[in-house]
């Protein structure tokens, strides 16, 4: 089969690999469509530690199951599915509590084991799902980055219904935090990149307002446009020191800032101030089986479309995707990639 292997810093290429041999437990899925995430993009530029050349990367993907193990139940052959990536032991003491995300044994499907940038990849029948044959390949291959994007906008909307909300980067993850909170029943949402062009997507969808940070004076701008009642919710989809600061900067005393952007490590943080005004810094990691199932349904309903806000590419061009958006020369907020 054909698959995109990431072979080293800053270079994929096609090669010729045998289809995966499935065990009695897993199942065989055709890729349909597989999406790029941002954290690929810093494997890809050898910034990541866990994923270690050579590699077949991909976890965010939906496809058609092509053949089973014998002790599946409950799954047939040509049936439509996503595939949820993060895999969990179901025994340490975070899955005990319930944290099945936080697993101290947890393996991600395309980053410790071979991922969907391929013709074929198996994986476990318990993170299958099945989904309409009606439903757009594409479409439901944002279900993982949905499923990220809707735990940290619900955990930050929780306690403040109807906030005025500021998300930090128009990426996908950023641009998902948005349409979600808009779901949520934000008052107003703002949308903060240095990138322009990907600016546009959230103005088309309904955003209060988008800025650049390249914009003298923009934190007093955004302030003047939420109006006297602030920000009580910001979301950092980025995670850089400028938008970390500027996010203690904007945030309501009471209020809480969200970090699901994993841009930097160590960032310098005024304590002092977040103690004395009581802001709530949360930090977000992936999502829990009812967010992925929550993503499912969202998609499924149509609230959520890819359509305005990505492109495809085939499967060969992978390494040039890549080299596009490290570069920035790609304005949509995702690309997918299909055979």
């Excluded at 349909?32 to 270690?52: K, M, P, Q, T, W």
């Amino acid at each position: 089969m054909q698959s995109l292997v990431w072979t080293k810093a800053e270079w994929m290429e096609i090669q010729e690999v045998a289809i995966p041999v499935i065990n009695e437990e897993e199942v065989l899925v055709k890729v349909d469509a597989v999406g790029i995430c941002g954290s690929e993009i810093e494997g890809y530029l050898g910034h990541n530690s866990l994923r270690v050349p050579p590699l077949i990367m991909g976890h965010e993907f939906s496809g058609t199951i092509h053949d089973l193990g014998a002790k599946v139940n409950g799954l047939t052959r040509g049936q439509k599915v996503v595939v949820n990536p993060l895999l969990s032991c179901r025994k340490c003491i975070s899955c005990r509590k319930g944290s099945v995300h936080l697993c101290v044994n947890r393996t991600i499907i395309g980053i410790h084991r071979p991922g969907a940038f391929a013709e074929y990849v198996n994986v476990p029948s318990s993170a299958v799902h099945v989904i309409p044959e009606t439903m757009n390949s594409f479409r439901a291959a944002l279900v993982e980055p949905l499923a990220c994007s809707l735990r940290a906008t619900r955990r930050a909307m929780e306690k403040h219904p109807f906030a005025n909300v500021v998300v930090f980067g128009a990426g996908t993850i950023g641009l998902l935090s948005f349409l979600t909170a808009q779901i949520l029943g934000a008052s107003r949402v703002i949308v903060v990149d240095t990138n322009e062009s990907r600016l546009k997507t959230p103005q088309r969808l309904g955003a209060t307002g988008t800025i650049s940070p390249r914009e003298h004076g923009y934190i007093q701008r955004i302030k003047k446009v939420m109006g006297p009642l602030g920000i009580d919710v910001v979301i950092d989809a980025a995670g850089f020191q400028p938008t970390r600061s500027a996010a203690i900067e904007l945030i309501n005393p009471g209020g809480t800032v969200m970090n699901i952007g994993l841009g930097i490590d160590k960032t310098e943080v005024p304590i002092n101030v977040c103690i004395r005004n009581e802001i709530n810094l949360l930090g977000s990691f992936s999502y829990q089986d009812q967010d992925f199932d929550y993503a499912v349904e969202l998609l499924k309903s149509g609230k959520i479309d890819h359509a305005e806000w990505s492109e495809i590419r085939p499967l060969k061009d992978g390494n040039q995707a890549f080299q596009d958006l490290v570069q920035g020369k790609v304005e949509n907020a995702k690309i997918f990639l299909a055979l």
